[in-house]
């Protein structure tokens, strides 16, 4: 069974950082594209960054470009996003969410996580 | 980027209702489209993907379909199970983006 677990959430005072983790198993990591999404309280979904296979191709939304690096340690299964610069507006539930097929980035979001919350208040 | 634009923002529909909702590209692509299902409190669900392919264990009263610009998710007979916030996005380009999302609830 594909597992996603996401960790890391917390409060964070404006213009701090934060750096968030997903664990995932129940798959081969290393063959699937992944990517962060965020939604923020009673709001919809926006996608925020995604990640190749191997690390090597990294897209980012708009507004979290030159703030937020998505990463990833297919030794350790892991995907990250490391944020910076942090504002109100990036408080949100971040998903960590795999692609459906492998071979692809953020291309369809088959499998997520249950997220974590991000807070950002001073 | 490419907007995606979805109506209705809400339906009020009954068990065994027909109901349709649309999602507008401010660009044109082929059928790098998806749309899921998200219930309060849960993570979205995977309905379809590349405009009309039903994902695996989807029951078949879900269906999509279009291309270009204009694309529609259909659900033929309402279920109390579908009662949820449904989302377009689109795969064609980065970043990618969603609707805005259509709340389906019970009349």
């Known amino acids: 069974e594909v597992q996603l677990v996401e960790s890391g959430g917390g409060v964070v005072r404006p213009g701090g950082s934060l750096r968030l983790s997903c664990a995932g198993s129940?798959?081969?990591?290393?063959?699937?594209?992944m990517s962060w999404v965020r939604q923020a309280p009673g709001k919809g979904l926006e996608w925020v960054s995604g990640?190749?296979?191997?690390?090597?191709?990294?897209n980012y939304a708009d507004s979290v470009k030159g703030r937020f690096t998505i990463s990833r340690d297919n030794a350790k299964n892991s995907l990250y996003l490391q944020m910076s610069s942090l504002r109100a507006e990036d408080t949100a539930l971040y998903y960590c969410?795999?692609?459906?097929?492998?071979?692809?980035?953020?291309?369809?979001?088959?499998?997520w996580g249950q997220g974590t919350l991000v807070t950002v208040s001073s | 980027d490419i907007q995606m634009t979805q109506s209705p923002s809400s339906v009020s529909a009954s068990v065994g209702d027909r109901v349709t909702i649309t999602c507008r590209a401010s660009?044109?692509?082929?059928?790098?489209l998806a749309w899921y299902q998200q219930k309060p409190g849960k993570a979205p669900k995977l309905l379809i993907y590349?405009?009309?392919t039903l994902q695996s264990g989807v029951p078949s009263r879900f269906s999509g379909s279009g291309s270009g610009t204009v694309f529609t998710l259909t659900i033929s007979s309402l279920q109390p199970e579908d009662f949820a916030t449904y989302y377009c996005?689109?795969?064609?380009?980065?970043?990618?983006?969603f609707g805005q999302g259509t709340k389906v609830e019970i009349k």
């Open positions: 990640i190749n296979w191997n690390g090597d191709s990294t």
């Open positions: 996005q689109q795969a064609n380009r980065f970043p990618r983006t």
């Open positions: 590349g405009a009309s």
């Open positions: 969410a795999r692609d459906r097929s492998s071979g692809y980035t953020a291309e369809y979001f088959q499998h």
């Open positions: 129940g798959f081969t990591f290393d063959d699937y594209g």
């Open positions: 660009q044109g692509f082929n059928t790098w």
